[in-house]
């Protein structure tokens, strides 16, 4: 106790130079806990893209290809199955809810996904939590349009705007219908999954944008769609709920083996995992970053302690002087260190989760990263267990030139 009180008083006296190895440190922690959390949010937001889901069905395609489109909205299926289809399967007493999407039209870069009331009522995200209206209501009428948050936010619409739909996924009009304007009707609440960059519209409304209308009824296309059978024909893909787990496998076996025409169906838990397996490379790299970031705070320590030991001969030596063994002048120098690192985690830690507090909000608005808040988990606490060792080990290389030096050092001149 005697050593450690007397290495807090030298710190003390020099709480100028203590104080900027402590700021050091507590900045090297704020990031270290700052890249695991988005790190681990990363993995998590991922993970929580789709809940609640049982199993994907699309046409026949690889289980990846399948996720990637449907639920993530990224490439295009290789092919539409029949619209009898899904309502075969949607009638199967195992099932109790079935979502329809039909994809391929845009509306200036974002994908535009068409659907039914099902979305609303049963998709889940996170924990399974569900889609809510920041606004307005789901889409009722034929040209209504129900936007995801980051379509909302980034375009600057509100209700009762109206856009326009293109066909194909460019960022430019490829074939853009003036004379069917759709109008926004709702807006949903960040959700931090790709549902944040879509837009919403009915399937009887992807169907009206494809219908040839006779030149007679162009001059009035809304009536003229309204009173026609706008039921699709095909869709892109649908998310499946079952009643029990239990029937999951045998649906899936019964859809991949559909002799009516070649479906596939994936588990999303599976889905997930395979494509995580592709991005882990990601997750590395920031674990690299992690360690880089405790290296170079640990050698910046390092370098003071020794920077600052030729400044302190006169101390050791008066130590020294008065009955000071060079191993406790070794001791206190290691003590030094360690409540530098001690204190610098202490700060970076409390620092860490006042910035996750104050920027969680705008971070999962702004870029869809869900970050956990909890406690320091047990990565995080290994971490920071080597972030103490680590200034223990640096602690030693002033504490053996220390140990060496003799009284005769630290009261003859320094050259």
Excluded: C
Excluded at 139 to 158: E, I, P, T
Excluded at 230 to 243: D, E, F, N, Q, S
Excluded at 373 to 393: D, K, R, Y
Aim: proline letters at 4%; aromatic letters at 8%; hydrophobic letters at 50%.
């Amino acid at each position: 106790m005697m050593l450690i009180d007397l290495a807090a008083r030298s710190l003390w006296n020099r709480r100028g130079l203590a104080l900027v190895t402590i700021l050091s440190i507590a900045l090297s922690v704020v990031l270290l806990l700052g890249v695991e959390k988005v790190r681990e949010g990363t993995r998590a937001s991922f993970a929580g893209t789709v809940s609640g889901v049982d199993l994907i069905m699309g046409a026949r395609s690889g289980g990846l290809q399948l996720m990637l489109y449907s639920v993530f909205r990224i490439g295009d299926a290789p092919n539409n199955f029949r619209w009898n289809t899904y309502l075969e399967f949607a009638d199967r007493p195992e099932v109790e809810w079935m979502i329809p999407i039909s994809l391929g039209d845009s509306h200036r870069g974002y994908r535009v996904v068409g659907t039914d009331g099902n979305f609303f009522e049963h998709f889940q995200y996170r924990d399974g939590r569900g889609v809510v209206f920041a606004s307005g209501v789901p889409f009722q009428g034929l040209f209504d349009v129900v936007l995801g948050a980051n379509v909302a936010s980034q375009l600057s619409y509100r209700l009762g705007d109206t856009i326009l739909i293109n066909h194909g996924l460019g960022t430019e009009a490829l074939a853009e219908h003036a004379e069917r304007p759709f109008v926004v009707t709702g807006i949903l609440e960040p959700t931090g999954t790709p549902v944040d960059r879509s837009v919403h519209v009915s399937l009887e409304a992807i169907e009206a944008l494809h219908v040839d209308l006779a030149p007679e009824a162009a001059a009035s296309p809304s009536a003229a769609l309204t009173a026609m059978d706008l039921t699709p024909t095909t869709i892109t893909a649908a998310l499946v709920g079952l009643r029990t787990p239990l029937d999951t496998f045998a649906l899936q076996r019964e859809i991949n083996q559909y002799a009516g025409e070649p479906l596939s169906a994936v588990l999303p838990g599976f889905g997930l995992l395979e494509l995580w397996s592709i991005l882990e490379i990601a997750e590395s790299a920031l674990r690299i970053v992690s360690a880089i970031i405790v290296a170079v705070s640990i050698v910046g320590m390092a370098t003071i302690l020794v920077s600052i030991l030729s400044q302190r001969r006169r101390e050791m030596a008066i130590l020294r002087s008065v009955g000071a063994t060079p191993l406790h002048i070794s001791l206190l120098l290691l003590f030094e260190s360690v409540l530098l690192a001690a204190l610098g985690t202490a700060v970076g830690v409390a620092g860490a989760f006042a910035v996750l507090v104050l920027a969680r909000p705008y971070i999962e608005r702004t870029y869809g990263l869900y970050l956990a808040f909890g406690g320091v988990g047990w990565w995080e606490a290994f971490l920071l267990l080597l972030v103490l060792t680590a200034a223990l080990i640096a602690g030693l290389i002033p504490a053996w030139r220390a140990y060496r030096q003799s009284v005769a050092d630290g009261v003859s001149p320094i050259d």
